[in-house]
């Protein structure tokens, strides 16, 4: 009987090129906490905030101008950057223990004891603070909903001990950008002006909450397995069996959504190819083409698939906001 095979797992190396080659010695752990090395992220925070001055400026009265949207958006996308690394930083400082156990995460500098707790709690306060001071530039009103997400940025990391769903409370999470977005435009998502468009905003809300849920399940589907080793829950966990015909159904959710949104903001036939139909087929092929027992299958359509729709869902909004600018 031949011994039985050893897997060796790989040691720590520094960043041998890109940017965090660049830095002094001391800095990587904390650029690695903020994944400076993988900015990909950034646009998924960034699409709710993108979003949601979209559909303020569709149904803003009178239009916002062109240079006020692409202002505002500017310092928004600052602001999910940093909101991502705020994210990131707490949520390795509470996977700590829990990232050691996965192969792909048991690297990161909380989980290889690079960064002290104590240390890792201040540079999450900093990074924190330095978010909130660039969304007051934009508008202090800003402020009032950045404290509510504040609060799922900190819940979400230990929905994942309890619950299969987190990907459910994570999407609540990003979507909340959306409401901001709304603001720093001047369009109060609580007193919206009419019912519709209120119900549109609500629509979209949950379009986009489900959308996360969609990719984040795909995501998670890369440590599937040492997650059920691990007892770390989620959608890819609980649905491990039986996961495209869910993704499908959610799919098919979201573009539903998309369609009552542009009905009830009275959107033209624009929003409806771009937002509805070419997401819809961006999501079939994604879900259809993944392999999700594969992690750099996953990986490439977490990354590209959510390019894909949330692209078709710009195309849509920004069609619809040319021509009712040019309707001006």
């Given at each position: 009987m031949s011994p039985p095979e050893i897997l060796v797992l790989p040691t720590y190396r520094a960043p041998q090129r890109g940017l965090l080659s660049l830095l002094p010695t001391k800095w990587v752990p904390?650029?690695?906490?903020?994944?400076?090395?993988?900015?990909?992220?950034?646009?998924g925070i960034y699409f709710p905030y993108l979003f949601g001055t979209l559909f303020a400026a569709c149904i803003a009265r009178p239009t916002i101008a062109p240079n006020a949207l692409l202002n505002t958006n500017l310092v928004l996308l600052l602001a999910a950057f940093m909101l991502r690394s705020v994210g990131c930083t707490w949520n390795d400082i509470v996977d700590r223990d829990l990232d050691r156990q996965v192969a792909r995460c048991r690297l990161r500098p909380m989980a290889r004891g690079a960064v002290s707790p104590r240390n890792a709690h201040i540079f999450t306060a900093a990074q924190c603070l330095?978010?909130?001071?660039?969304?007051?530039?934009?508008?202090?009103?800003?402020?009032?909903?950045?404290?509510?997400?504040?609060?799922?940025?900190?819940?979400?990391?230990?929905?994942?001990?309890?619950?299969?769903?987190?990907?459910?409370?994570?999407?609540?999470?990003?979507?909340?950008?959306?409401?901001?977005?709304c603001v720093a435009l001047g369009v109060e998502p609580m007193d919206m002006a009419s019912e519709e468009t209120a119900a549109a905003l609500v629509c979209l809300y949950a379009s986009f909450v489900i959308w996360t849920v969609i990719y984040?399940?795909?995501?998670?589907?890369?440590?599937?397995?040492?997650?059920?080793?691990?007892?770390?829950?989620?959608?890819?966990?609980?649905?491990?069996?039986?996961?495209k015909p869910m993704l499908s159904f959610l799919a098919a959710v979201q573009v539903g959504l998309l369609v009552s949104t542009g009905v009830l903001m009275g959107a033209g036939v624009v929003y409806f190819l771009g937002a509805c139909i070419c997401s819809a087929l961006s999501l079939a092929l994604m879900i259809w083409k993944v392999n999700l027992g594969e992690p750099d299958s996953c990986w490439w359509w977490f990354s590209n698939g959510a390019l894909l729709v949330g692209g078709a869902i710009f195309a849509g909004f920004v069609g619809e906001y040319s021509n009712r600018l040019a309707a001006v």
């Open positions: 904390y650029a690695e906490l903020m994944r400076l090395g993988k900015p990909f992220g950034t646009m330095v978010w909130l001071a660039i969304l007051a530039q934009v508008s202090a009103r800003c402020l009032f909903y950045a404290v509510p997400l504040v609060v799922l940025v900190g819940v979400y990391p230990f929905s994942k001990r309890v619950t299969h769903y987190a990907q459910v409370v994570l999407g609540f999470t990003l979507t909340w950008g959306l409401l901001i977005g984040d399940t795909v995501y998670a589907y890369q440590d599937v397995k040492d997650d059920v080793k691990a007892g770390v829950k989620s959608m890819a966990v609980r649905y491990r069996h039986n996961a």
